[in-house]
């Protein structure tokens, strides 16, 4: 379950919402109080992950020019994080430098 998606899509529903809590069962909460309450309460009586997601987050990086989308790539550390930056990219030289940090993250010596 991939959090960082759900908060995306949760933010493309609640517009005006700062800020998104996902809990670790892929729940998602505007407000903080209530992911709580729902990690701290639910079914299973475990307490669950909740991890929380900035508008800013979702925004920055599309509004980067490509040298700066470039340097961003190159400073991540998984294949799984640079595919996810790769995600509507068109600028030729970005995925080009996707690729090539793609390459470099599954090199085995």
Known sequence: MDSKKIAQAH????????????TSDGQAFV?????????NSNREGKK??????KTAEFETVKSLTAPERIAFINALET?????????????????????????????TE
Request: zero cysteines; proline letters at 0%.
């Open 11 to 22: 933010f493309k529903n609640n517009q005006e919402a700062k800020e998104i809590f996902v």
């Open 31 to 39: 407000s903080g109080n209530y992911a709580d309450l729902h990690a």
């Open 48 to 53: 669950m992950k909740i991890v929380s997601f």
């Open 79 to 107: 294949e799984a994080e640079v595919v996810e930056a790769l995600e509507g990219e068109t600028a030729k030289t970005v995925k080009e430098a996707g690729a090539k940090k793609i390459e470099e993250l599954t090199k």
